[in-house]
Nanobody
């Protein structure tokens, strides 16, 4: 059973930075892609950033230029560096990874880590 464990959330002032980590219990190179999602209170979960197996990255428009997704294959860990944080970035951040095989997609999720941006 694949496990994803997030860490690094917390309380930060507007303009501050945090780095989230997502540690996988298996080789992250087995995944087609890994993602960071977030869910703010009263809102739907949204995709924030993606890193594919080949290393390509993409971002939701509101975080472009502020957030950076990366990974350490040797450590089986994905990261989200968040800079210039805004109150609207407050949310529970979830790590997601998926793999495809035989026409089916299997998703794995972490339990989430809370990021609160407030003065």
């Amino acid at each position: 059973q694949v496990q994803l464990v997030e860490s690094g959330g917390g309380l930060v002032q507007p303009g501050g930075s945090l780095r989230l980590s997502c540690a996988a219990s298996t080789s992250i190179l087995s995944f087609n892609a890994m993602n960071w999602y977030r869910q703010a209170p009263g809102k739907e979960r949204e995709l924030v950033a993606t890193i594919t197996k080949s290393g390509s990255t993409s971002y939701e428009d509101s975080v472009k230029g502020r957030f950076t997704i990366s990974r350490d294959n040797a450590e089986n860990t994905m990261y989200l560096q968040m800079n210039s944080l805004k109150p609207e970035d407050t949310a529970v951040y979830y790590c997601n990874a998926f793999e495809k095989g035989w026409g089916a997609r299997t998703d794995y999720w972490g339990k989430g880590t809370l990021v609160t941006v407030s003065s």
